[in-house]
């Protein structure tokens, strides 16, 4: 028993790192010889009977009679891997009237029988040599998307993600109405710490600020970047009462972290926030990023380091002539200064 696990534990090293190949093929005399000829360099797959295209694997050698049989689940599992390539060669036979060619499209190569193994390892290697192309360019592509919506300072996202996101969210929010908090913060008096210690420790700082306020997010929500010390936190699928929650951790985190310690500076920050959900405040993207925009002025005007939010509707005492709900200011230490003082 000892000998079978140790033997199965240098087969799996062995395949370690290997490309898989799927054998699909119906005779299994001709399925044997083409796992001797393939098994010194390449993980060989078994499908399974009843769900023969669900094993992981690089590339399918499949004949005729499969791919006949398959020709649905081929298609499924090509599209499933796009952009990717998941390439099958067919294996099959000469005849006359027949063009093996016409498969091409479903499958990416042919071998005809009788089958040279200096042939097979060739297509073999050449198939798989275009799958890995084909995800180098996908990991290539997915590294150039994300570096277009990462902030280069903080890490995190940019504008160009928050305006994506939002304008994908409101798209579905005419179909199905979901509640989304926007969060607008900036630095209160954070020119100081620039003038005093340098514009690298400045955006060592906002770094740290970002990492410190990430620890306090939930999976789903997302932090941005919006220039200079302003950032933005979008809070999806949660009410006002639970985001005033999450942001005023926010806030106690700031204010209890030193940062720069590794600098020796041990810098004390506070923060302004302004809070405005969809769809109680505002009714799209440009009216809750206002919103919140102004609870963030309202919040720097009453003395800083604290939370501004609109207050509920039932909750206001309105006059009879139009006007616009007055923000909610919760109270918070008071320190000196305007909006903005970069």
């Known amino acids: 028993m000892l000998c079978e696990i140790d033997v199965r534990r240098r087969q799996s090293a062995r395949h370690l790192g290997m490309d898989r190949v799927l054998l699909q093929i119906t005779r299994k005399r001709e399925r044997r010889q083409l796992e001797d000829w393939l098994s010194s360099s390449y993980h060989i797959v078994l499908p399974n009977q009843e769900h023969p295209l669900d094993e992981q694997f690089d590339l399918s050698i499949i004949d005729g009679a499969s791919l006949k049989l398959l020709r649905a689940q081929v298609k499924a599992r090509r599209k499933g891997e796009e952009p990717v390539l998941l390439p099958f060669l067919m294996l099959t036979a000469r005849r006359r009237g027949s063009m093996p060619a016409r498969h091409l499209g479903l499958v990416d190569d042919v071998i005809l029988r009788p ?25 290539e592509h997915d590294r150039v998307m994300k570096l277009a919506v990462t902030d280069d300072v903080s890490g995190f996202n940019n504008t160009r993600y928050l305006h994506r996101y939002l304008d994908r969210f409101f798209d579905g929010a005419m179909d199905k109405p979901v509640e989304l908090c926007l969060v607008f913060f900036d630095l209160d008096d954070f020119k100081s710490l620039v003038d005093a ?81 969809f769809p109680g405040d505002a009714q799209d993207k440009h009216e809750l990023l ?53």
């Open 290 to 342: 206002a919103e919140a925009d102004r609870c963030l002025f309202q919040s720097k005007a009453e003395g800083k380091d604290r939370v501004t939010m609109m207050e509920e509707p039932e909750k206001i005492q309105a006059p009879r002539v139009k006007s616009r709900r007055s923000p909610k200011i919760q109270d918070g230490p008071v320190t000196a200064g305007s909006r903005r003082d970069a």
């Open 197 to 277: 210690h340098g514009h690298l420790n400045g955006t060592k700082a906002l770094r740290e600020v970002a990492q410190i306020v990430h620890r306090v997010l939930d999976p789903d929500d997302r932090l941005v970047r919006y220039g200079g010390d302003e950032f933005i936190a979008i809070l999806p699928r949660q009410s006002k009462v639970e985001a005033r929650s999450k942001v005023e951790r926010m806030q106690q985190g700031i204010a209890e972290t030193s940062f720069l310690q590794k600098e020796d500076i041990n810098a004390h920050l506070t923060a302004s926030f302004g809070l405005a959900c």
């Open 115 to 139: 089958v040279s193994q200096e042939e097979l390892m060739a297509r073999v290697a050449n198939l798989l040599r275009m799958r890995r192309l084909s995800l180098d360019l996908k990991n």
